[in-house]
């Protein structure tokens, strides 16, 4: 909205600063960190009025997190809000890129906030059926594959890129919508499974989000994408005010999500989060780095694959609890050194992405 505003500038004033993609930037991350802050906590304070009870702890998870009962959730709300109104104050709103990645986010945060609901009102955590949730995904994400296929440019258009290789393209052909899905709705899926500690989802989203809000500024300056070597995707800079506002929103919600947590993400968040993440790897051409990237996120998921696989073959057990996560804290590990080293491993991952924009 505020770069409308360097319609009545003459070049040298004021308005002239929102033409800058990295000053609209940080506006984007000061409003939503703002807003995180101002609008937190009155927000706890009504989900745990109308909530009641809180989010429904479950029976069978590490005992630890019994004490927890009574935490209020969806406080993805508030990440969302200060998302979604940081995005719009400061983003071009005639990038597509924007619009498909902020429509991505609001969608899956639908259906997350749906299954939250579902939770809290009837005091259990099955919440909505995982088959509608998982359909209701594919729609949403084979709709913003195809919207982004629509707008990359034509040599890019359906070709999947490979990091670390300057030339290599594979054409996908009509399987780079269903190839989005996957990226879209398993990110989506992965950062839901990873949010099950307090302040453990948020942090590595926010990296891995930073990061490629990085990506999105470079491969979207043809500057930038010939001096590195890497595909240039016309109009995708301006996903970096998105990425921006996403780590603002993050932070304001970790000063409430830090352990012991005031409020949880809920699937409102965390789905809208990995949604959002995955849309902009499919919009930048690096679904490949994100997976590099959001590699924890994988690790997660592929935890509970692998143990729900091998225990329908064996009927043991891999890991002692999954996702693996919970693994740790069965083998003693306190919830704040689980926390933190995963964070660690998050920046290295996300150090090891954006070495992928210069060894080529």
């Given at each position: 909205m505020?770069?409308?505003?360097?319609?009545?500038s003459d070049?040298?004033d004021?308005?002239?600063?929102?033409?800058?993609t990295?000053?609209?930037?940080?506006?984007?991350?000061?409003?939503?960190?703002i807003?995180?802050?101002?609008?937190?906590?009155?927000?706890i304070?009504l989900?745990?009025?109308?909530?009641?009870?809180?989010?429904?702890?479950?029976?069978d998870?590490?005992q630890?997190?019994?004490?927890?009962?009574?935490t209020?959730?969806?406080?993805?709300l508030?990440?969302?809000?200060?998302?979604?109104?940081s995005t719009?104050?400061?983003?071009?709103?005639d990038?597509?890129?924007?619009?498909?990645?902020?429509?991505v986010?609001?969608?899956?945060?639908l259906?997350?906030?749906?299954?939250?609901?579902?939770?809290?009102?009837?005091q259990?955590t099955?919440?909505?059926?995982?088959?509608?949730?998982?359909?209701?995904?594919?729609?949403?994400?084979?709709?913003?594959t195809?919207?982004a296929s629509?707008?990359?440019?034509?040599?890019?258009?359906?070709?999947?890129?490979f990091?670390f290789f300057?030339?290599?393209?594979?054409?996908?052909?009509?399987f780079?919508?269903?190839?989005g899905?996957?990226?879209?709705?398993?990110?989506?899926?992965?950062?839901?499974?990873?949010?099950?500690?307090?302040?453990l989802a948020?942090?590595?989203?926010?990296?891995?989000?930073?990061?490629?809000?990085?990506?999105?500024?470079v491969?979207?300056?043809?500057d930038?994408?010939?001096?590195?070597?890497?595909?240039?995707?016309?109009?995708?800079?301006?996903?970096?005010?998105?990425?921006?506002?996403?780590?603002?929103?993050?932070?304001?919600?970790?000063?409430?999500?830090?352990?012991?947590?005031?409020?949880?993400?809920?699937?409102t968040?965390?789905?809208?989060?990995?949604?959002?993440?995955?849309?902009?790897?499919?919009c930048?051409?690096?679904?490949i780095?994100?997976?590099?990237?959001?590699?924890?996120?994988?690790?997660?998921?592929?935890?509970?694959?692998?143990?729900?696989?091998?225990?329908?073959?064996?009927?043991?057990?891999?890991?002692?609890m999954?996702?693996?996560?919970?693994?740790?804290?069965?083998?003693?590990?306190?919830?704040?050194?689980?926390?933190?080293?995963?964070?660690i491993?998050?920046?290295?991952?996300?150090?090891?992405?954006?070495?992928?924009?210069?060894?080529?």
């Open positions: 505020f770069y409308w505003l360097t319609e009545f070049g040298g004021f308005f002239n600063l929102f033409r800058y990295t000053v609209r930037a940080g506006g984007a991350f000061v409003t939503a960190l807003f995180g802050f101002i609008f937190g906590r009155p927000l304070d989900l745990r009025r109308k909530q009641g009870k809180g989010q429904p702890i479950r029976d998870g590490p630890s997190h019994l004490a927890k009962a009574g209020p959730t969806m406080g993805g508030l990440i969302l809000s200060a998302l979604i109104f719009l104050l400061w983003a071009r709103l990038s597509p890129y924007v619009w498909i990645v902020l429509l986010t609001i969608a899956f945060g259906i997350g906030f749906a299954d939250d609901y579902a939770k809290v009102t009837k259990n099955k919440g909505v059926s995982s088959r509608i949730r998982m359909g209701m995904g594919l729609l949403i994400a084979a709709l913003a195809y919207a629509m707008f990359h440019p034509a040599e890019l258009t359906n070709q999947l890129a990091p300057k030339d290599a393209l594979v054409n996908l052909s009509w780079f919508v269903p190839f899905m996957v990226v879209i709705v398993g990110a989506a899926n992965a950062v839901n499974l990873t949010d099950g500690l307090d302040g948020i942090m590595p989203v926010m990296i891995a989000g930073g990061t490629l809000g990085i990506i999105s500024y491969v979207g300056r043809v930038y994408t010939t001096f590195l070597g890497v595909h240039y995707v016309p109009g995708t800079s301006d996903l970096v005010v998105f990425a921006s506002a996403l780590f603002g929103a993050g932070l304001g919600f970790l000063w409430y999500n830090a352990p012991p947590a005031a409020v949880f993400m809920g699937d968040g965390s789905l809208a989060l990995g949604g959002a993440l995955g849309a902009i790897a499919v930048t051409k690096h679904e780095v994100l997976a590099i990237v959001g590699g924890l996120f994988v690790v997660e998921a592929l935890s509970v694959i692998i143990q729900v696989l091998y225990y329908k073959r064996t009927k043991k057990r891999i890991f002692l999954a996702p693996i996560h919970h693994h740790f804290e069965k083998k003693g590990w306190a919830e704040p050194q689980i926390v933190i080293r995963f964070w491993i998050s920046l290295i991952l996300a150090m090891i992405g954006l070495a992928t924009l210069k060894v080529r």
